[in-house]
T-cell receptor, first 114, second 119 residues
Framework: QKEVEQDPGPLSVPEGAIVSLNCTYS??????FMWYRQYSRKGPELLMYTYSSGNKEDGRFTAQVDKSSKYISLFIRDSQPSDSATYLC??????????????FGQGTILTVHP | DAGVIQSPRHEVTEMGQEVTLRCKLISGHNSLFWYRQTMMRGLELLIY????????DSGMPEDRFSAKMPNASFSTLKIQPSEPRDSAVYFC?????????????????FGEGSRLTVL
């Protein structure tokens, strides 16, 4: 079993829809939770970052972490065609040799059609 | 800053040939990561360096793979001999020093990748 599980989709929604993306994980040492966005033929780029449990909002994007359930989510409100990309969850444990060592989910391919 | 620069962007080679992928870090970053991305397995960490020293190479699939960081701004990933199952997109990423903007995590800045096809 992988440490991080993410449904690869693909997910297709109409413009303006609310999108929910999710990951589950098994490693209780994970403390830092991130969402990266990857456009076609580009490298991933950081979209949202959360430490430990809780919610974080940034414009149309909300990240949620539930450590008790080992479950994280990314919500996109009022989705736009420009949001069409692959969304990857990523996690890391704290400090030492774990620093910067991210474990990624497989990525969910999202298409927002006009 | 130009960001993380990878070369070549595309490489097509025949089985058994040596492949060398190159990466230039963002100035001021001191951690370097090599990832491999495939449809089946997603993004997998191969190896990472901190201050030019390899910290964790447990993701390197076989002895055919080797990585070096001869100086603070440059790294190479070599595959010798290459095999068709090595076909993938190889990403290099760099991050700020420990305790930087994101504290322990270190946001990773990825290059645009090197797409390798081994025939």
């Amino acid at each position: 079993q992988k440490e991080v599980e993410q449904d690869p989709g693909p997910l297709s929604v109409p413009e303006g829809a609310i999108v929910s993306l999710n990951c589950t994980y098994s490693n209780s040492a994970f403390q830092y939770f991130m969402w990266y966005r990857q456009y076609s033929r580009k490298g991933p780029e950081l979209l949202m970052y959360t430490y430990s449990s809780g919610n974080k909002e940034d414009g149309r994007f909300t990240a949620q972490v539930d450590k008790s359930s080992k479950y994280i989510s990314l919500f996109i409100r009022d989705s736009q065609p420009s949001d069409s990309a692959t969304y990857l969850c990523a996690m890391s444990a704290a400090g030492g040799t774990s620093y910067g060592k991210l474990t990624f989910g497989q990525g969910t391919i999202l298409t927002v059609h006009p | 800053d130009a960001g993380v620069i990878q070369s070549p962007r595309h490489e097509v080679t025949e089985m058994g040939q040596e492949v060398t992928l190159r990466c230039k870090l963002i100035s001021g970053h001191n951690s370097l990561f090599w990832y491999r991305q495939t449809m089946m397995r997603g993004l997998e960490l191969l190896i990472y360096f901190n201050n030019n020293v390899p910290i964790d190479d447990s993701g390197m699939p076989e002895d055919r793979f080797s990585a070096k960081m001869p100086n603070a701004s440059f790294s190479t990933l070599k595959i010798q001999p290459s095999e068709p199952r090595d076909s993938a997109v190889y990403f290099c990423a760099s991050s700020f020093p420990f305790g930087g903007i994101l504290g322990d995590t270190g946001e990773l800045f990825f290059g645009e990748g090197s797409r390798l096809t081994v025939l």
